[in-house]
């Protein structure tokens, strides 16, 4: 009789029943060696990236969906920029942020230092030189200065607002809307004796108005407000004469105006500032997105604590005694042993204390009935102490925000000097990307708006033959803006380091006074008023003024000997 057939090894000896069976289970359960694209296991196995399995159970119910940019931010930017302004009025970690940022950006002064670039100008004509530059500088430097500072605020289309005023609101909106705009006009009216001297003024506009007319979907030319062509350039704004939510205002917060981005000769009109973070992005979005959720929870959790501690203030101290609930339910049910029942446990109390007034020299001390013990309340309802946890949710933030958690939190007895300088130096290459992006993007477009007017009058000196504004608009207007000073963590050894760099050839005059928010030559000039002052006064030279000395050896710290 023949044998039935077997599975054989490689030795070809017959393979067990009971291997064959737990083989096939494994390969069931997707596990052991059985594990692979031929397997036939577990469905995670299907996937070439843990990214993209759907089946783990920390990935399953992700199913985050492919969109453009517009179609991300266009129709929840009215939500979350509500949410991100609700945090700026309420939340005092997220206003202190936002007022961080622009006291270390715009601060209260932001004043522009011409620097035309005459070396792309001579190839025009050969009159510009550094000499004219020098010039140019000074006489446009001064009228902007007039026309930005303004006692009359001719300036702004609401004549309340200054320049750097303006250039303030206009980031701050950036930052907690996503998004600033501003338009110019052209207002000859206002032009008089003792008012305005130019006709260009700016007005500040919420970006709340820049919407689609009559609240209609994204098109494939108008997304969110903005009128772009076939090559996506922005063309037009249409914006509302008010805002949606003035009641007072109904008419005319449904009534669109089309605002051209640049008339017909190049004059702009329209300047609109965001943050892109991808290709083809029409509208902005707040720097508090990504944390929004975090600082709504840690401001509940703040609440819930200040309950706790309320409770634990109102209910400091309390004494317990053994009248048990037994005892007051049966004394409840006899109406008429009522106040037999409370009263005699009432009475043997007040009569033990009255008895037991003991004091010595002058010192009470407390005593207490049979049966009575006092019982306190734990500080805070007996938490734990929430400021490791909250200063982790607020380091979060202000990595999302581009600052250091010192700078959020504002608690700097856990840091070293060097910590705090190295998130300084982190947070300075934030401030400064923001800066110079503002700059390009508004500050500087501004200016260039405005400087035209004076061109066209003959205020600046030209060389002859010089080309017209509108033909080298980027290179008259070109400069650099000053903002809030950097400030020092240790103001001596700090000093000496820019000292060093300076006789190093590592850095300039121009360029460290920037960082502190000065113009090197009115620094300059300015030290000059001050020696000849002392000289006249009959002063010591001081010794920063001396010769016979490097500047590095005057910032050296002296010995002992040579003082």
Known sequence: MASP?????????????????????????????????LGGGGAGNFFPYDAVNFQSQDQGDWFPQVRSPDTEINLYRDRMAAKARDLRRNDPWANGAISGILDSTIGAQYRFVSKPDYRALRLHAKGFDAVWANEYRQVLEAKWRTYSEDLGHYNDVNRRLTISQQFRLALGHKLVDGESLIVAQWRPDRIGRGTATYATCFEGIDPDRLSNPNMGPDTRYIRGGVEIDDDQVAIAYHIRRAHQFDWY???????????EREDPDGWRRVYHDYDADRVSQNRGVSVFAPVIGSLKMLSRLYGVKLQAETVASAFGLYVTSPYDFEMVRQALDDEDQDEKAF???????????????????????????????????????????????????????????GVSGEEVHNDYSDSSWSSARAGIVKAEKTYNRRCDEFDQNTATPVLATWLEEPFERGELPLPRNAPSYLEMRTAYARGRWLGSARGWVDPVAERQGVVLGLDAGLSTMEEECAKQGMDWEENLEQRAIEYHRMVKLGLPRPQWFGNEYTATQISAPQSPEQA
């Open 249 to 259: 205002n109904s008419v005319e917060s449904m009534q669109w105006d089309r605002v």
């Open 5 to 37: 057939p077997a599975l054989v090894d490689n030795r070809g000896q017959p393979i067990p029943s009971a291997t064959i069976a737990r083989i096939r289970e494994d390969a069931q359960r997707g596990s052991s060696r059985m594990r692979g694209s």
């Open 343 to 401: 009263g005699w446990y009432q009475d043997m109390r007040s009569d033990f204390h009255s008895d037991r007034d003991v004091s010595v020299t002058g010192a009470r001390f407390a005593t207490l009935a049979p049966g009575e013990d006092i019982k306190s309340v734990a500080p805070g309802g007996g938490q734990t102490d929430i400021k490791p946890f909250a200063h982790e949710m607020l380091r979060g933030v202000s990595v999302a925000i």
